[in-house]
């Protein structure tokens, strides 16, 4: 790679395939004095015409803590500046447009700020920077009774932060994590990555995937190996836990699937199929059924569409018997689970 330097304006190119532009510093006249910024590198296509961007780019450079520092327009130039107190509060802003009376939507550790309220939206909570605190107790808070519910980051900013979400809970305990390019984080047991990997073999469950690992409460995720010993006629099950009389709070949700329940529907979709078993004469095929007959599901399949049922109940409302009930609850996680199946036989066509 070749590399050459500019001294005098602080700059790196470097060129190979593509060119990276290093911001190394930056001098904020009037409103930020005297202050030194280190930014993420900014790619640019070598032969690409920035003029065929659209207007609205921006780049958007982060701190250690990735809180929003600084925003550059597609061109490179400085549209805003942003310096923060250690626990969020703006002390002091930078606007290219002095006439821009906005601020960038993300803004302290790379969190959505609301417009209206002020208040960071940190998925589990809202944050209130100008007090350092948070507008609701923390779910854990038992675990940490030396310590405020509503304090930020053990009140210790400056080295920590709060992601939030990526709540599909590993074998340390820990939230699990999936990127495209490397994989399930290393904590991901084979049960989750199973049925991760099944339920991203369909756009309906990949987006089912992606809401369960940004929930705010922690999503555990089992397969066993038997059948449920309270309905053995269960597939799966998705057993939500709350706290609250009035308003109640998700605080977890436990994922069983039951293999030997499922194999039994493989088989048993398998011989009607092929006319070795027909349905019983009092009995009237649901749609699902029907579906799940054209499929003819292996293993895989079923936990490619089980997943996806038991998701929709762990991430929506809609379809959590504790605030729809039971009936309504379960015609939603239904018609997802349809969904799905349908987009497996497209597949196989």
């Not at 993420?40 to 609205?56: A, C, M, V």
Request: one cysteine or more; charged letters at 30%.
């Amino acid at each position: 790679m070749k590399k050459s330097r500019d001294k005098e304006m602080g700059i790196d190119y470097r060129t190979n395939e593509r060119e990276y532009l290093y911001l190394l510093s930056c001098w904020i006249n009037k409103t930020i004095d005297d202050i030194i910024y280190s930014f993420e590198p900014i790619t640019h296509l070598i032969g690409e015409d920035p003029k065929s961007y659209e207007d609205g780019l921006y780049f958007y450079h982060g701190s250690h803590l990735s809180s929003t520092q600084l925003i550059m327009d597609m061109y490179g130039a400085v549209s805003q500046a942003v310096l923060f107190c250690p626990f969020g509060q703006i002390i002091s802003e930078y606007r290219a447009d002095w006439m821009l009376d906005t601020l960038p939507r993300y803004l302290f550790c790379g969190h959505e700020r609301d417009a209206e309220s002020g208040l960071d939206y940190m998925k589990a909570r809202y944050y209130n920077s100008k007090y350092g605190t948070f507008e609701g107790r923390d779910l854990l808070f038992e675990k940490y009774f030396w310590m405020s519910p509503y304090a930020y980051c053990a009140n210790n900013p400056v080295k920590y932060i709060d992601p939030s979400g990526d709540s599909i809970v590993g074998t340390n305990g820990k939230p699990v994590s999936y990127n495209s390019k490397t994989g399930w984080s290393r904590n991901a047991s084979d049960d989750v990555k199973t049925i991760g990997n099944a339920m991203m073999r369909t756009k309906n469950g990949t987006a089912t995937l992606k809401a369960m690992l940004a929930k705010e409460y922690p999503i555990t995720i089992k397969i066993v190996e038997g059948k449920s010993a309270k309905d053995p006629e269960k597939l799966g099950n998705a057993q939500i836990n709350s706290e609250g009389k009035k308003e109640k709070v998700i605080t977890s949700v436990n994922i069983e699937f039951y293999k030997e329940k499922m194999i039994e529907k493989v088989n048993d979709y398998g011989k009607l199929h092929s006319g070795e078993a027909k349905w019983e004469d009092d009995y009237t095929p649901t749609e699902k059924n029907l579906k799940y007959l054209e499929l003819v599901p292996t293993l895989e399949d079923m936990y490619t569409t089980y997943g996806t049922h038991e998701g929709t109940h762990a991430t929506k409302r809609n379809a959590m018997s504790t605030f729809v009930g039971k009936d309504k609850a379960e015609q939603e996680a239904i018609k997802q689970e349809i969904i799905s199946v349908q987009e497996l036989i497209d597949a196989k066509q």
